[in-house]
Nanobody, 124 residues
Framework: QLQLVESGGGLVQPGGSLRLSCAAS????????VGWFRQAPGKEREGISC????????DYADSVKGRFTISKDNAKNMVYLQMNSLKPEDTAIYYC?????????????????WGLGTQVTISA
């Protein structure tokens, strides 16, 4: 059964860091692109990062570029999102999702398999 489970969210102060993990099962991450999305209350879901099936290409939303880094571990079937220099506006539920393509893309309509999300709150 295909499943994605996010973890690593929490409450941190502005300027802090978090590392989110996405555990995949029922498929292998070296055959699919995987993306990270977030949704804040009252806002649309935003694609923030993705990594291709090969892991050789990635993409980032302008809002997180230079602060967030996506990576994957094919042996563990995991995808990670390292988040540094966190800001209050990064507060949201963060989701990982599988894209049914090898290449990367940040549009959520191309992702059909989603995790349940992990809450990230940035506050002093």
């Amino acid at each position: 059964q295909l499943q994605l489970v996010e973890s690593g969210g929490g409450l941190v102060q502005p300027g802090g860091s978090l590392r989110l993990s996405c555990a995949a099962s029922g498929f292998t991450v070296d055959y699919y692109a995987v993306g990270w999305f977030r949704q804040a209350p009252g806002k649309e879901r935003e694609g923030i990062s993705c990594i291709s099936a090969s892991g050789q290409s990635s993409d980032y939303a302008d809002s997180v570029k230079g602060r967030f880094t996506i990576s994957k571990d094919n042996a563990k079937n995991m995808v990670y999102l390292q988040m540094n220099s966190l800001k209050p506006e990064d507060t949201a539920i963060y989701y990982c999702a599988r894209r049914d393509f090898l290449d990367c893309g940040l549009e959520h309509v191309s992702y059909r398999s989603w995790g349940l999300g992990t809450q990230v709150t940035i506050s002093a």
